[in-house]
């Protein structure tokens, strides 16, 4: 049988947390489903890279943490976007927009 | 602000760990049970649920890993792991570690100390503005000789030239100065004007000379040194009541130079020089040059410009003047002059030294490596990647250097302060030598380049092994493999032939030093007390002494020597106006006419015109003596008779000429009986007859042949500025008595002139200086060098011994006899001598060209001492793998046999 490739597009993984936490604070675990939900299953995300990508985007000034209770009252990590994280996240959205843009005439191009 | 957020972020981590570690494995942990909440949604029994997440994440302890392995804090905090690691590895070593600091300490330490003075003496600018500006000035002969400026000559470069920006012209000699607090006898400068301005120097206190002293037969005035300043002065502030008188002329003190100041060196006194701008004398060659060049201008540029003014000279007055061309060299190289080469022999020497230490501790560190190697297999096991291993092993041999660098420094500063009591007097600007930031700095980055290759070389070393199969090779392992055992040995070949260079170059300066110790002057040395008695000297024109003034200086000369001998135990007592060797270069030296029965010249112009014939001519050193100069000194009369009572003053004037003189200039013929004229030595033109021939004496020192001499009898001539009239007392009598008794007479007899007591013995050591003191460093390096080298082989020999015991063991069961099992391991210590004696051999004969300057009546590929030094390290390798040996030889095939 083949196995479906899960991998994360490489430099992806801070734009899908950032994009994650656009709409309200989530802890890593809640990221993480997120992501695979809205891929619908396309991408799955390693929690070691996710849990340092967390330090390294709190590092950057892009994201807040807190520690908070769940709604299923366990004590969890909150992550929450900063001001620099929104606009970082715009950034990388176009960036990203407009690199899928080109690649799919590319590939419309070849075809 | 995201650095600021780096910070503070790494530096809560750094500070508490644990509760860093533990937020993580809080969050690690939810994740976990968020993972199984799902799975229990699905419908596993919590059991389950939790070992499928654990599936789905992996370990947390790997996960824990991968999230703290971020952050820069995390580098600090590896570095410290491996530090701390180190310091173990370290201290649980202890024999390891203190050898290993030891030998760094006394490589680097020695480097250092060495640098210091190469840096104080070759590499520092001078303490003048624009220093490389500044250059000496010479004329050259056509035979390529630099000599000193002739007045008119000095004029020309002065008036014509168009690249310099001042030109000066001086003169250094010894004087007999009085009106401080005591009299003395002190460097004396004479300089033109424009001499400080040259060096772009103001005086501390007072002002330079004024046009009014500046100008011929100006008001006499004196610009003083600030040593002098303190020492005769006590510093004083008003310098308006100072007055000194030099030589017996009246000196107003007009200035004192700072301390930094000092040039010529040593120099106490400068005076205006009495140059005489009309001079037409262009063969005098009294004066020696300096000068600043034109900014922008280039010294080839400056040197062209001389040499064209000296080319017209030479056109106008042909063979009448010595000079042919100008020669230009800047001052910080002129200073140093021959000097270089001995320093750089030092630094290269040291520099061998360090390389000899380095190989040792090189050695260690690869038997360590190999001994660790199981250690280090399951590091790499373990997941340590390349990086890791190189930055540990880096942080130990760092560790390691930086430990023998700080206490090479220790040692550095501590040689330092020792070092003007060894370091020989003419070594130039040696007040400079200090420890200061410059050589600080350049001992930390030998320190660091040290402890890089060291380490990468372990590292290199230990990168190298197949990790399973030392995993798996058991203890054998401990004694190191083949390969690193290799690598020793070729360290230890390295080290040997870096060892045999020092040695050589050790031997061959000091076969030379004994040779020039046991090179007979042409006198007895011993027992002879020297007292430089410095009588004032009343000179007329031309630096010439009257009829009067030679007789008021003999009969002082004759009654202080009358005194002298009436002492106890004085056998002899001499009188001459330089002492050979010691301080042959103030002998003076010069033309002479042969008059051949010519009548003698009326004066100097015709002199000049009698001299042009060379045929006619002689050239030699003139010592003004009396005939009991010759008995104190024990100089045998060859030929004719000596002086006697029957020269007086009025009488016919005589010489005694010696015997390398007379087989020079006639060699066919009788000298006795001949007619000189030598008084442009000092200014009388009443010709000499030869009535004499002595034996010869090394007079410019050991190292030179002996030169033609003329001597005058001090009865006839008297003595002038360029003598420095010296008593010889021959005397068994201990040294501290006489001088003792001597100085109590003649401070009662003449109590202005200043005594300088010595015995000729300390002369000839302190001529001798520069050399002892190079020989006696390089044979301390060559001497440690050895002994590192002697460790390195029995390193290398005693654990070849314990890799081999079983070997050895089998070889003894089997029947070997004790002779064969020391055959086997002396011959590998010996191998290693051969080979690296073999290599040392071929580079010394390289090298050891570079050190002929420095040699004396032996080659620089003396054989005997070649051979010599090959011996003694084939004689120091056999003894250094005897011991280990020795412990073979007494294995036990028994227990060898069982040795793991």
Known sequence: MEEQNTDLIQGTL?????????????????????????????????????????????????????????????????????????????????NWNRRATAIARLLKAEA | MSLWR???????????????????????????????????????????????????????????????????????????ADLRYAGRTLTGNPGFTAVSILTLALGIGAFTAIFSVVDAVLLRSLPYPEPQQIVRIWEQAPNGHRINLADGNFDDFLTQNHTFASLAAYNER???????????????????????????????????????????????????????????????????????????KDYAVVGVMPESFDYPAGNALWTPAGLQSQSKNRTGHNWRGIGRIQAGVTLAQARQDLSAIARRIRAEYGKKVDLQDAAVLPLDKALVGDVQTALLTLLGAVGLLLLVACANVAGLLVARGAARRKELALRVALGAGRGRLLQQFLVESLALSLAGGTLGVL??????????????????????????????????AATFAVG???????????????????????????????????????????????????????????????????TSPGFQARNLVTMQFSVPVETEQNGALGPDAVARQARLLERVSARLQALPGVEAVGVSGAMPV???????????????????????????????????????????????????????LVRGRMFAAQDQAEAQHVAVISEALARQRWPEQDPLGQELEFGNMDGNLKPLTVVGVVGDVRARGLDAPPGPVVYVNYRQRGMNLNSTPTLLLRTAAPVKKVVQQARAIVQEMAPDVPLKFSTFEEQMSGWLADRRFLLLLVGLFAAAALSLAAIGIYGVVAFSVARRTQEIGIR?????????????????????????????????????????????????????????????????????????ARRAMRLDPNTALRYE
């Open chain 2, 582 to 636: 010691a301080e042959g270069d103030n002998l003076a030296e010069g033309d002479f006419l042969i008059l051949n029965g010519r009548k003698p010249p009326a004066d100097f112009e015709e002199f000049q015109r009698m001299g042009q014939n060379s045929g006619q001519t002689g050239h030699a050193l003139y010592a003004v003596a009396g005939e009991e100069y010759f008995r104190t000194m024990g100089i045998p």
């Open chain 2, 812 to 884: 003894v069961a089997m029947g070997a006899r004790r002779e064969d099992i020391l055959r086997l391991v002396v011959g590998e210590g010996a191998r290693l001598a051969a080979l690296g004696a073999a290599i040392g051999i071929g580079a010394s004969l390289l090298i050891t060209r570079l050190l002929t300057t420095l040699l004396f009546g032996i080659s620089s590929t003396d054989p005997v001492t070649f051979a010599g030094v090959a011996l003694l390290l084939g004689l120091v390798a056999v003894l250094a793998s005897y011991l280990p």
């Open chain 2, 174 to 248: 010894p004087a007999s100065v009085s009106g401080g607090s005591e009299p003395a006898r002190v460097k004396w400068s004479e300089v033109s004007h424009g001499f400080f301005s040259t060096f772009g120097v103001k005086p501390l206190r007072g002002r330079i000379f004024s046009p009014e002293e500046s100008r011929t037969q100006g008001i006499p005035a004196v610009i003083v040194s600030f040593p002098f300043w303190q020492r005769y002065f006590g510093g004083a502030d008003d310098l308006s009541p100072l007055h000194l008188k030099i030589e017996g």
């Open chain 2, 452 to 518: 890089a290759a060291l380490g990468a070389l372990a590292a290199w070393r230990a990168g190298r092994g197949d990790v399973q199969q030392a995993l798996a090779s058991g203890s054998r392992a401990y004694t190191g493999t083949g390969a690193s055992q290799r690598l020793r040995g070729v360290v230890v070949t390295g080290e040997i032939a870096a060892t045999l260079v020092i040695l050589i170059a050790a031997g061959l300066l000091g076969r030379s030093f004994l040779r020039l110790v046991s």
């Open chain 1, 14 to 94: 801070d734009m899908l947390i950032l994009k994650s936490l656009d709409l309200e604070p989530m802890h890593g675990f809640g990221i993480a489903r997120r992501i695979e939900q809205v891929s619908r299953g396309v991408f799955k995300v390693n929690p070691g890279s996710l849990l340092t990508a967390f330090q390294r985007l709190e590092r950057m000034g892009w994201l807040d943490s807190e520690w908070r209770q769940t709604e299923n009252a366990r004590k969890a990590k909150f992550y929450r976007l900063t001001p620099a994280g929104r606009k970082q996240m715009g950034i990388e959205t176009a």
């Open chain 2, 411 to 444: 040692l550095a500063a501590w040689a330092v302060r020792l070092l003007p009591a060894i370091l020989p007097a003419n070594l130039p600007r040696q007040q400079g030598i200090v420890m200061n930031t410059g050589v600080l700095l350049f001992a930390l």
């Open chain 2, 6 to 80: 780096q910070l503070s972020h790494g530096l809560r981590r750094l500070i508490d760990r644990n509760a860093a570690d533990q937020e993580l494995d809080d969050e690690i942990d939810h994740y976990l049970e968020e993972t199984a909440a799902t799975f229990v949604a699905r419908g596993l029994s919590p059991e389950e649920a939790r070992r499928a997440a654990r599936l789905e994440l992996g370990a947390p302890a790997s996960v824990r890993e991968e999230v703290r392995d971020y952050g820069w804090e995390n580098r600090i905090d590896n570095l410290w």
